[in-house]
C-alpha cells in the first residue's frame, strides 16, 4: 500500500489506450474513498513496455493495468509472478512492491467469475455442461476460473481447431475441444454458454451460432462489453435464456487491482455501473 502522504498514483499501459474505461472506474474509487489520486491512461508502444514498468517505482506508482498488447509480454519482465497469472499466460495488473521489484497478477477470471455470481447468487459451474465459444486470451481467463470454481465440463469450439485443441490439451480435464462445426449442436443439454469471441463486438459481425438445442435454463454469458447486449445476448433473451454481458467482468477485475495496490476492497455498485454505461 502507497504511504497515505502521497499522491495515489496507477495506470493502465496499453497501445492503443484511450479507449479503456479503467481510469474512470479507479477515478471514481478515488473519489469515492476520499482518496487523493488519479489513475491515468498510459499509451505506451510495444517496444517501451521494459522501460515503462521499469519506471514504475521511481514515478511513484503503486502498479499499474496491462492492456493490449501487453498482456503476454509482461510475463517477462515483471519479477514474480503470481500463479494463477501464469496459468492463464497473461498479466493485466503489475503491483510495486515496497522494494521497487514488481509482482505480476491476472484479475480477468476473478472479474469473470464475481460478474456471474453478481448476476445469479445461485449460479453453480458444477450444474452442467459448459460451452465457451472462443480461444484467445479472454477464453483463457473464463476457462482457468470455471475450471477452478469446479466446473465438470467444459466444451470448447474455436473457429481454429488447432487454438481450441491447444488449450484443452494444456489446461486438460474438465476441458473438452470439439469441431467448429459442430458448434450449433454442442448447446444440447448446456447449463451455460460464454462467448470469449469478438464476435458480436461493435465493428464485428454477429457470432454465427444457431441456439435452438440449447436449454431456455441455460445462462448466456458474452464477455463483449461494447455493445452491452451483442446480438447473441439479444437472441437468447429473446428465448427466454437470462443473460450476463460482458461491463461486470471489467468492473470486477478492477477491484483487486485497486485493492492491492491501495490498500481498500472497493464496490462495483449501480452508481459506478450506470457512470460506466453510459460511457459505452
Ligand atoms: N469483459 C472483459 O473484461 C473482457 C476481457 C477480455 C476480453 N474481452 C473481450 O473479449 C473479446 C475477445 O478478446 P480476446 O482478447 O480474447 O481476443 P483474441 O485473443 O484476439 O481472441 C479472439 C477470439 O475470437 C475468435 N474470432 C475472431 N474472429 C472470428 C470469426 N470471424 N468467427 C469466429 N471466431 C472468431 C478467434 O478465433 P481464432 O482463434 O479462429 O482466430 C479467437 O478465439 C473482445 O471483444 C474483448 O473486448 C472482454
Not at 64 to 79: G, M, S, Y
Not at 153 to 176: D, T, V
Request: charged share 20%.
Amino acid at each position: 500500500m502507497s504511504h497515505p502522504d502521497r499522491f495515489l498514483l496507477a495506470g493502465v499501459m496499453g497501445w492503443p489506450v484511450m479507449h479503456s474505461r479503467s481510469p474512470k472506474i479507479h477515478n471514481f474509487w478515488f473519489a469515492k474513498h476520499g482518496l487523493a489520486g488519479t489513475y491515468a491512461p498510459l499509451a505506451i508502444r510495444a517496444e517501451g513496455l521494459r522501460a515503462a514498468l521499469r519506471a514504475l517505482p521511481a514515478l511513484g506508482f503503486a502498479g499499474c493495468n496491462l492492456t493490449i498488447p501487453h498482456k503476454e509480454t509482461a510475463l517477462d519482465i515483471v519479477d514474480r509472478i503470481d500463479p494463477l497469472a501464469r496459468r492463464i499466460g497473461a498479466i493485466n495488473c503489475v503491483v510495486v512492491a515496497p522494494d521497487g521489484s514488481l509482482d505480476g497478477f491476472n484479475h480477468d477470471g476473478f472479474g469473470y467469475i464475481e460478474s456471474i455470481v453478481e448476476a445469479d447468487a445461485k449460479w453453480r459451474p458444477d450444474a452442467g455442461p459448459i460451452v465457451v465459444i472462443g480461444a484467445g486470451g479472454g477464453a483463457r481467463a473464463v476457462l482457468v476460473s470455471l475450471a477452478d470454481r469446479g466446473a465438470r465440463e467444459i466444451r470448447l469450439l474455436n473457429r481454429s481447431p488447432e487454438r481450441a485443441q491447444a488449450l484443452a490439451q494444456e489446461f486438460g480435464a474438465p476441458i473438452r475441444a470439439l469441431a467448429w462445426n459442430d458448434r450449433h449442436g454442442a448447446l444440447d443439454g448446456a447449463a451455460m454458454l460464454v462467448n470469449t469471441t469478438s464476435q458480436g463486438m461493435a465493428g464485428q459481425p454477429a457470432l454465427d451460432l444457431a441456439l435452438d438445442k440449447l436449454p431456455i435454463s441455460a445462462l448466456v454469458s458474452d464477455i463483449v462489453y461494447i455493445p452491452r447486449e451483442t446480438p447473441l445476448l439479444t437472441a437468447a433473451r429473446r428465448r427466454g435464456n437470462r443473460t450476463v454481458n460482458g461491463l461486470g467482468m471489467l468492473l470486477n477485475q478492477a477491484r483487486p487491482a485497486f485493492h492491492a495496490w491501495f490498500g481498500v476492497m472497493p464496490e462495483v455498485t449501480a452508481e459506478l455501473r450506470t457512470m460506466i454505461e453510459a460511457a459505452t
